[in-house]
């Protein structure tokens, strides 16, 4: 079975993930683009269980950014890594794809949130794109 590795911009956590990523979606709404400070976000859902944390889980910092909805990020660099919905073992992660080390082996599939996106950014590719968020059928591996 593949594996990915990635962590934080120090390297004071580090994490693996079992099997194949994707899809990868760009989120435009203004909680990612606060948290990622950019145009958007780009990431991936996985099953919790294909999450094993290697190196520096007490590094890690939690904030709820909406109702339910935490980030979790290094509390020595202030990368972002992850995101979940619930803190229920069974929820799935949202994996920064910026954090992974290597070819994830998948590419960009839609923008989500554009209804909300930056005025200033440009979405310029042929990605389908969705005013609301990702289509839950096509988010988790």
Known sequence: MRKHEGGCLCGGIRFEISGEIGPIGHCHDPICRKAHSAAFASHAAIAADRLRWTRGEE???RYE???G???WFCGR???HLTGVMSDRPDAVIVISVG???DDPQSRPVAHEN???KAPWF???DDLPQFEGGFPKNRRET
Do not use: A, K, M, N
């Open 59 to 61: 590094l890690i910092q």
């Open 65 to 67: 950014s909406s109702p």
């Open 69 to 71: 909805g935490f980030r």
């Open 77 to 79: 660099c202030g990368s």
């Open 99 to 101: 954090s992974l080390d």
């Open 114 to 116: 554009v209804g909300s």
């Open 122 to 124: 440009e979405i310029t």
